[in-house]
Every structure is written in structure tokens, then in C-alpha cells.
């Protein structure tokens, strides 16, 4: 370094002049000292990353390409069960073979009871593995099923900045009922589920006819997604009003006419009867959650119909007390926004992905069954509905814990009445947690976190 001109001049090395070494670094060595030296702060922060949302896309990364070998291992050393892809397959034959009345498609299990779109997905399934017989190959395709659905999770959780990363090892590698689901089991609910957080990125993009078109074809796979649909109608009235949200809902029932129009053109009662079979009865020996009561009871449908009336008058309440935060009345939503006494703010992630994800929930707590394959419909959401709200310093451990018991529940096989009244307990915390916690403010994610920091710096 040399002083002239009263100005500080950096001079080369004369080793490095001499010797005709290039005096700049080239790109590919800045990249790699820049690299270096992100993953030296990743290490010296090790809690930091590990507690911080903002870390959400490199633990990410680090899961999913250990997911991936996971699951190669997996598909490789752990033996397929079947249960119901032979009676899928069975049943899409049916339908490739000239039938398209749903009254006279069955498989090995029963009749055919999902609606078309599980007939079009599977139907291609069915081809690429040769009339059904490559599982292996099958296996592969829900492999690759699983990890987009993880992309799509991920990239909700990354938007959202609520969930510690170090929770995403519980939901990824840590979860070995969720593995069997997808890879082991090829159970048609992972299909709808990726499609669904589909839909929701989509909501989270503004993109809310499109994301509509994803939401009915997840429904036209299986039912279940219909959980989400109460929220859904309020995020519609919320953000457009009644008089714009019904184009949303025609895009819906669209989808799920052509989907179904070779079907309803043949036996339109035999379809809607079975592919949208609101009063199905399921199993006894296969439920999950209601193994504490006496069978007859679980096949009462004096019981059905009072679990239908709570699901319902807790989603009101939720609507009226937890999702509504204005000081205007819920049948206020109804109006265009810019005709409402109190100006409506956009949603914001969060409040998007809280008003769905406990939807959900709620139909899950008050299912009349939920068999094994059912736990994916909300695995998934469970990190956001524990984490979503600030809590005291004990509360990521007593959070691990309900975890714990869910996953323990769930794994719990054949189900005891221990492990079904466990698995409530965790509902109802869960729920008591969402209801005295839930905030759906018209406070903007910035808002919040400028608050935030505020409050720290007056601390």
C-alpha cells in the first residue's frame, strides 16, 4: 500500500505481477470464498439457524435431498404392503373398458367411490405401469409425488416465517406412518393432498381463479379436501365479496361437471350417490380415533349426526370470533370490499394459510372415522397450527411433545383405546391452542415483525 497524492493505492503483489498470475479472482473462486464463508456464519449460528424462520429454504434444501435418498432406500429394503392399488386398478380397468356406470365399478375392496378425477389420474397410472403390474415403478411415481408435495409445503412454510426449521425434521424424515402412506401403501389421499397445496400456493400468489381450478380438481380425487372449503368461502367473501366470489365457485362446479360428464351422462344418480357418498359407513376395526367407544355407538347415526353439528357450530364460531376481525358484522363480507363501512386490507399469507389450515382441522377433529391413511390430510399443517403464535420459552417442547403423541398415535397399529383418546387429547389442545391464540388481524406480515422489533428495542 502506498501513499500518493495524498490518495491510498493498493498495489499487487509483485510475486503475483512477476509471475503473471491474473490480479482478479476469477467468478467460479468468488463464488466458492462466498459459499465458504456463508456456510462458516451457517455453522458459528447453528441456533440461530435451527430457531429462525428465515433460515426456512437451507434446512429445507438439506431435508429434501435427504428425503430423497430416503425414500430410494425405502421403495429398495422395505416391503410393499398392498391394501388397495390392486382395486384401483381393478377399478379404472372397468372404466377402460367401456363401463361408466358407477354403480358397476368395483375392485377387490368394494365398489368405486371416489369421484372422476381419481379415474383419470389412476387410469394414467395405470398405463405407465403396465396395466397396474409394475409397482415398483408405482412406487417410484409416489415417491416423486411425496417430495413435490414437500417442495410445495416448504415453499408455504418459507412465505409464512412462522415455523422454527429444526420442526421440519419431525414432519420429513422423522415421520415413518407419512413414508408408508405415500411409497408403501399408494394410497389415492397423497394425490389430492399434493394437488391441494397446489391450490393453496396459488392463493398465496393472488392467483385465486386458478388456484379454485386446483382446488376442484384435488376435490374430484378424493372428498376429503371438501375440509378445506369453509375457509376457502371466507377468504373468497373476505378478498371480493359475494357477488365476485361466485365466478370463483362456477370455476369449481365446472371442473367438476366435465370431469364427471361421461359418468353422469350414464347413471348421473349412480355417480353422485357413490362418488360423493356423504353417509358412507366405514369400518369399526379400522378407526384410528374412536376405538375408546363401544361399536355400536361408533355406528350410530345419532352419534354421526351430533359430530356433524359440533364440526359445524365450531367452524361458525371460528368465523365469527376467530377469522372475522373487523368490528363490522360477519354478513358484511357479503358486500364488495369498496362498499363496506371499514376498509378491507388484502390478505396476508398468514392469514390465508391460518383460515385454511384450521378449516381443516376441525373437520379432522370431528370426523366420524379416521382410518390410517387419513393422517396426511393434515400431517403436513400440524407444524403451522402448533407454531403460528407467539408463546412462552417452554412451548417448543411441550409442542415437540403433541407431536409426539399425534405420531405415536398414528402409528399405533391396530389403534387401542389408549391411543384414540390420546390422539383427542392432542386435537383438543391443538384446538384450545388455535382458539385462545388465533389472529386474523388486517396487520400485514411487515407490520407485525416492525412491531416486533419495536417492542424488543423498548425492552
Not at 377402460?96 to 356406470?101: E, K, L, M, S
Request: charged fraction near 15%.
Amino acid at each position: 500500500i502506498r501513499q500518493k497524492g495524498g490518495c491510498t493505492v493498493k498495489m499487487a503483489p509483485l510475486a503475483a505481477v512477476s509471475s503473471g498470475v491474473p490480479l482478479k479472482k476469477s467468478a467460479h473462486s468468488g463464488v466458492c470464498w462466498q459459499l465458504r464463508g456463508f456456510f462458516r456464519k451457517v455453522w458459528q449460528d447453528k441456533y440461530v439457524v435451527l430457531f429462525s424462520p428465515q433460515y426456512t429454504i437451507l434446512i429445507a434444501v438439506v431435508l429434501w435431498l435427504s428425503e430423497v435418498a430416503v425414500n430410494v432406500w425405502v421403495i429398495q429394503r422395505v416391503a410393499y404392503t398392498e391394501i388397495d392399488w390392486k382395486a384401483y386398478m381393478d377399478e379404472v380397468e372397468g372404466v377402460v373398458n367401456g363401463t361408466f356406470d358407477y354403480m358397476e365399478l368395483k375392485g377387490d375392496t368394494g365398489p368405486l367411490v371416489y369421484p372422476a378425477g381419481f379415474v383419470y389420474i389412476f387410469m394414467v397410472l395405470y398405463f405407465i405401469t403396465g396395466y397396474g403390474a409394475n409397482v415398483q415403478l408405482a412406487q417410484y411415481i409416489f415417491a416423486a409425488i411425496y417430495l413435490i408435495t414437500l417442495l410445495l409445503v416448504f415453499r408455504i412454510y418459507d412465505r409464512t416465517q412462522k415455523v422454527p426449521p429444526y420442526v421440519f425434521f419431525f414432519m420429513c424424515c422423522a415421520s415413518y406412518r407419512i413414508h408408508s402412506i405415500f411409497i408403501l401403501r399408494l394410497f389415492n389421499d397423497p394425490v389430492a393432498m399434493a394437488i391441494l397445496y397446489g391450490a393453496v400456493n396459488l392463493f398465496l400468489d393472488n392467483h385465486w381463479s386458478l388456484g379454485c381450478f386446483f382446488f376442484s380438481l384435488a376435490v374430484a380425487v378424493k372428498m376429503n379436501i371438501l375440509l378445506f372449503a369453509p375457509g376457502l368461502l371466507f377468504l373468497l367473501l373476505w378478498e371480493f365479496g359475494l357477488m365476485k366470489t361466485i365466478p370463483k365457485l362456477t370455476i369449481c362446479a365446472v371442473v367438476q361437471l366435465i370431469l364427471g360428464l361421461p359418468f353422469l351422462l350414464s347413471n348421473p344418480a349412480g355417480y353422485i350417490t357413490r362418488a360423493f357418498d356423504l353417509g358412507r359407513q366405514f369400518l369399526f376395526k379400522w378407526t384410528v380415533n374412536w376405538r375408546f367407544l363401544p361399536e355400536e355407538i361408533f355406528l350410530n347415526r345419532n352419534f354421526h349426526v351430533s359430530l356433524l353439528v359440533a364440526h359445524l357450530v365450531v367452524l361458525l364460531l371460528f368465523a365469527v370470533y376467530r377469522w372475522n376481525k373487523s368490528q363490522q358484522s360477519i354478513l358484511s363480507l357479503m358486500k364488495d370490499p369498496s362498499q363496506r363501512k371499514e376498509p378491507t386490507q388484502k390478505l396476508t399469507d398468514n392469514q390465508i394459510i391460518s383460515v385454511l389450515f384450521t378449516s381443516n382441522f376441525i373437520g379432522v377433529a370431528f370426523s366420524r372415522s379416521l382410518h390410517y391413511q387419513f393422517y396426511v390430510w393434515y400431517f403436513h399443517t400440524l407444524p403451522y397450527l402448533l407454531w403460528s403464535t407467539k408463546v412462552k420459552k417452554l412451548a417448543h417442547l411441550l409442542k415437540v411433545l403433541i407431536l409426539g403423541l399425534v405420531e405415536l398415535s398414528w402409528n399405533t397399529y391396530p389403534s387401542t383405546v389408549y391411543s384414540s383418546i390420546s390422539l383427542h387429547v392432542c386435537h383438543l389442545i391443538i384446538l384450545m391452542h388455535l382458539w385462545y391464540t388465533c389472529s386474523f388481524s388486517s396487520e400485514t406480515d411487515a407490520e407485525s415483525k416492525t412491531k416486533e422489533v419495536q417492542r424488543k428495542k423498548k425492552k
